[in-house]
């Protein structure tokens, strides 16, 4: 199942912020400036793939956005 992502800097590193596709990802960003948004899902072997872009935020997936996710399972 696909979901989407916002990448956050919290403190000078990037969080990702997963959530339902039901929502925009600027609803999830809100006042924060984003770096990176798109979709998100976990492959069959437990890691996060990503792809696509925000159009409510103007900001696509980046391949580091990869590590980032997975760095936070």
Do not use: Q
């Not at 596709?21 to 984003?34: D, F, Q, T, V």
């Amino acid at each position: 199942m696909k979901a989407k992502y916002v990448i956050i800097k919290k403190g000078g590193i990037e969080v990702p912020l997963v959530f339902s596709e039901l929502l925009l990802n600027s609803e999830i960003a809100g006042k924060r400036k984003p770096t990176a948004a798109g979709f998100c899902e976990l492959a069959p072997n437990g890691r996060w793939r990503v792809d696509g872009l925000s159009t409510s935020l103007r900001l696509s997936s980046r391949p580091e956005d990869v590590a980032i996710l997975n760095a936070h399972l």
